[in-house]
T-cell receptor
Framework: DTEVTQTPKHLVMGMTNKKSLKCEQHMGHRAMYWYKQKAKKPPELMFV???????INESVPSRFSPECPNSSLLNLHLHALQPEDSALYLC????????????FGPGTRLTVT | DQQVKQNSPSLSVQEGRISILNCDYTNSMFDYFLWYKKYPAEGPTFLISISSIKDKNEDGRFTVFLNKSAKHLSLHIVPSQPGDSAVYFC??????????FGTGTRLKVLA
């Protein structure tokens, strides 16, 4: 099983809402990542979790709050987002933080109204 | 400042011919490169990789070439098939975990 799953596929939220994105993998990977991709742009790294601990935060605003409850799950909690946060949010995983191959999920298309 | 560039936003190729996708980078410290393929409504799928100690890596119909002196890599697909139609991203490894992605090239293989 080389699948990374993400839910929901699509999400529309207002600027005062609180919502969460979920990511799951069962490959035994110990590193998980959140990326943000705007239209016609490459994915940009947001966060890296290594062995369930946040190891990298790429200067992401605090309205994005990641959480790794266990080695298979990764959440991204959203609060007070802005319309410019509308994007495709991609989750990825790799064997560990030093592994060079990352496996991506299908993404969640987020629209902030 | 775009450290990884794919200067061709799109490419059309006839089925059965060779597709060549190009990628240029600026940071000579990058030591590992990957190509990803992305279909609409899906996440990027790993395709092939190359370490900076090599100049070529081949996997079936896909070959990646690396020219370190020119800071250039290319992906060759031979023969091209309609199912290869997708957006292709090259990515360079910065440090131990962070990939810098190019802007992507949309390949269309015509039947």
């Amino acid at each position: 099983d080389t699948e990374v799953t993400q839910t929901p596929k699509h999400l529309v939220m207002g600027m005062t809402n609180k919502k969460s994105l979920k990511c799951e993998q069962h490959m035994g990977h110990r590193a998980m990542y959140w990326y943000k991709q705007k239209a016609k742009k490459p994915p940009e790294l947001m966060f890296v979790y290594s062995y369930e601990k946040l190891s990298i935060n790429e200067s992401v605003p605090s309205r994005f709050s990641p959480e790794c409850p266990n080695s298979s799950l990764l959440n991204l909690h959203l609060h007070a987002l802005q319309p410019e946060d509308s994007a495709l949010y991609l989750c990825a995983s790799s064997q560990d933080r030093t592994s060079w191959e990352q496996y991506f999920g299908p993404g969640t298309r987020l629209t902030v109204t | 400042d775009q450290q990884v560039k794919q200067n061709s936003p799109s490419l059309s190729v006839q089925e059965g011919r060779i597709s060549i996708l190009n990628c240029d980078y600026t940071n000579s410290m990058f030591d590992y490169f990957l190509w990803y393929k992305k279909y609409p409504a899906e996440g990027p799928t790993f395709l092939i990789s190359i370490s900076s100690i090599k100049d070529k890596n081949e996997d079936g119909r896909f070959t990646v070439f690396l020219n370190k002196s020119a800071k250039h890599l290319s992906l060759h697909i031979v023969p091209s098939q309609p199912g290869d139609s997708a957006v292709y991203f090259c990515a360079a490894l910065s440090g131990t975990y962070k990939y810098i992605f190019g802007t992507g090239t949309r390949l269309k293989v015509l039947a």
